[in-house]
């Protein structure tokens, strides 16, 4: 096998893990903030954010802004994956990865409802993720499990990507109901450490 072809192969590899896929690499967990604990920002982020237009915003800023982006404006050879308490960020490959500090006291959860067809997801990739119901409005409501609290009660409409976001109480456990054109689902969440990010498994019937 060529040395060309190796390195295609492991650049295919590192795309799959970092987009809508499965959960952090045991490197990568290692590197995260313990439970509870905000990670200051990586000192590479300046340059890097720079590079893609992001500079000056803080972490909740850029998970909103990269998650509202037509995908025809997305930055292609920007990864980056929403954690717990964290923003996990890399460009080109002579850029230095950066991590950026989200909330400690909120969680960022991206939710990708479906009727007919959806994709694994467990941190929420927020320049990869594609969704079927973009531009779709759906009736959204959240609902604080252990209080009873009604957390989101609203008609929000779907980004380009097929996603909406909530900041949501970091940890809770919560049910999230979903309605959209005579269908519904509803399906519980948790928004603890190790938590996914990303919900693609509720489906609308």
Known sequence: M????????????ILAL????????????????APGVTAPADSSADSLLAAYGLAGLDGREIVDRLDRLPVAERPTDLMASVRSGELHLSGEPDEQPAVVALPTDEFYLSVAPYVDHTHDCYFHSLTTCL???????????????????????????????????????????????????GRAGTEQIATGPEDPTCLTTLQLA
Not at 2 to 13: E, S, W
Not at 18 to 33: F, I, L, N, Q, T
């Open 131 to 181: 969704g079927e119901l973009a531009g779709e409005q759906l009736a959204v409501t959240i609902t604080d499990l252990d209080t009873g609290e009604v957390l989101v009660n609203e008609v929000t409409e779907v980004y380009d990507n097929g996603f909406v976001g909530f900041w949501l109480p970091s940890g809770i456990d919560a049910t999230i109901e979903i309605e959209h054109d």
């Open 2 to 13: 060529t040395v060309q072809r190796t390195l295609t192969i492991a650049a295919i590899a």
């Open 18 to 33: 970092a987009g809508c896929g499965a959960a952090d690499s045991e490197d990568d967990a290692a590197g995260r903030a």
